[in-house]
Nanobody, 122 residues
C-alpha cells in the first residue's frame, strides 16, 4: 500500500511562508502525477494543485501565483512552497496520486495520509 508522510505545517502569520514536504513510499513517484489537497475545518477536501510526470503544474485559482509545487524524484518527495499565506489557507494539507490529472477533482488512487496542519493567523 502506498504511504504518504506529509510534514512542514505549522502556525504562521498572514503573509508568511511555509514549505510542505510529502515523502512517498512503496512506489516511484517518477512514474506518476502527484497532487496536493487541503481540507479546511467544516469544509470538503479540495485540490490545491498538481504536477505531472514532465514537471508541468496546475493550481487552483485561489492559490495561483502564491503556491508552487515541485518534485524530487530521487528523494521520492513532493513539495509545496506556500508564500503570501492568508487565513483562508488554514487547513490540513495532504498529498496523493490524482485519479485524473488536470480535471480539478479530488478523486485519488490511494488512501490518505495523516496530512500536515497549516494555521495562518490574521
Amino acid at each position: 500500500q502506498v504511504q504518504f508522510v506529509e510534514s512542514g505545517g505549522g502556525l504562521v502569520q498572514t503573509g508568511g511562508s511555509l514549505r510542505l514536504s510529502c515523502v512517498v513510499s512503496r512506489i516511484s513517484i517518477s512514474l506518476y502525477a502527484m497532487a496536493w489537497y487541503r481540507q479546511a475545518p467544516g469544509k470538503q477536501r479540495e485540490l490545491v494543485g498538481g504536477i505531472n510526470i514532465g514537471g508541468r503544474t496546475n493550481y487552483a485559482d485561489s492559490v495561483k501565483g502564491r503556491f508552487t509545487i515541485s518534485r524530487d524524484n530521487a528523494k521520492n518527495t513532493v513539495y509545496l512552497q506556500m508564500n503570501s499565506l492568508k487565513p483562508e489557507d488554514t487547513a490540513v494539507y495532504y498529498c496523493n496520486r490524482p485519479m485524473n490529472w488536470g480535471n480539478g477533482g479530488v478523486n485519488v488512487l490511494d488512501a490518505w495520509g495523516q496530512g500536515t496542519l497549516v494555521t495562518v493567523s490574521s
